[in-house]
């Protein structure tokens, strides 16, 4: 019996450090998407279509990884809901960054407060280097908040039937939502 007794300490050891490591494994972190290495004469569209890279450069959520995707954004059951600011946080925000964009359109009606890279593709909901003043009418007729919602649809598909990785789709929407919307979509 003495052998038995001793052995059993080192199985409930065993099994904590076991589980320490699958809990470790799934906190890793999504990460942030590269600065955006597109030069603004490279991209697919015009500038104003864009957010300034050096206020906007895109955000992460830390809770959303690959590894949890089946459990949050690719879950039927999760909504961004569950993640999005209250409209109140928004509308300040879009009133500051509009300033701070120095668009000569001022109205807030003209704009969307956006996420660059969106709730449902694992962007960081509150963090201010994600979210930018997107308009509604801009230089060419696709390249509207409108259509940037459709590459985010497309894209959110692509992530959760396993054909594009997360971090891929991020970096993608990222650089240039709209030669995703030119090469995919349209």
Known sequence: MRPRQSAIPLLIALVFVIAAMIYLSRMSYSPQPAKIS????????????????????GATNPAITQANIDETICNPHWSTKSI?????????????QIGEYHDS??????????????????????????????????????????????????????????????????????????RVYVTSIQ
């Open 38 to 57: 597109v030069a603004p004469s490279e991209r697919a569209g015009p500038a104003d279509i864009y957010p300034i890279a050096a206020l906007t450069p």
């Open 84 to 96: 999005r600011p209250p409209e109140e946080y928004t509308y300040r925000l879009k009133r500051e």
């Open 105 to 178: 359109d001022t109205r807030a009606a003209d704009y969307e407060e956006d996420h660059l890279i969106p709730l449902e593709l694992g962007g960081n909901p509150k963090d201010p280097k994600n979210l930018w003043p997107e308009p509604y009418s801009v230089s060419i007729a696709d390249g509207g908040a409108k259509y940037k919602d459709k590459v985010e649809d497309y894209l959110h598909r692509e992530v959760c039937s396993g054909a594009m990785p997360l971090a891929e789709a991020q970096q993608r929407i990222a650089t240039d939502w709209y």
